[in-house]
């Protein structure tokens, strides 16, 4: 069975930083891109960063550049995500997934393993 734990969020002031974590069980996720995924109330779940297993690809969204970092430990099966100079905006839901192949992909389409989501709030 796969599964995908999320942790680290959390309420933290704008201007900020919170560091998220995934782990992931039940496969090998070696082969696999992983990627952060995000949901404000109202509005469409979208794609933060995703981040290849091996090769250490990324992909990050416009609106976060600069901001976070995605990373990951092979030997913990754990993929991060730092996020740093928070901003209200920046409040939602966020997931980990597991891509269907190897190349980071911001389509959620792509991904067919997620996990239960951390919320984030951001204050102003």
């Known amino acids: 069975q796969v599964r995908l734990i999320e942790s680290g969020g959390g309420l933290v002031q704008a201007g900020g930083s919170l560091r998220l974590s995934c782990a992931a069980s039940?496969?090998?996720?070696?082969?696999?891109?992983m990627g952060w995924f995000r949901q404000a109330p109202g509005k469409e779940r979208e794609a933060v960063a995703a981040?290849?297993?091996?090769?250490?690809?990324?992909y990050y969204a416009d609106s976060v550049k600069g901001r976070f970092t995605i990373s990951r430990d092979n030997a913990k099966n754990t993929i991060y995500l730092q996020m740093n100079s928070l901003k209200p905006e920046d409040t939602a839901v966020y997931y980990c997934?597991?891509?269907?192949?190897?190349?980071?992909?911001?389509?959620?389409?792509?991904?067919?393993?997620w996990g239960q989501g951390t919320q984030v709030t951001v204050s102003s």
């Open positions: 997934a597991v891509g269907r192949g190897s190349r980071p992909s911001e389509d959620l389409h792509e991904y067919n393993y």
């Open positions: 039940g496969l090998t996720v070696r082969t696999f891109a």
């Open positions: 981040i290849t297993w091996g090769g250490g690809v990324t």
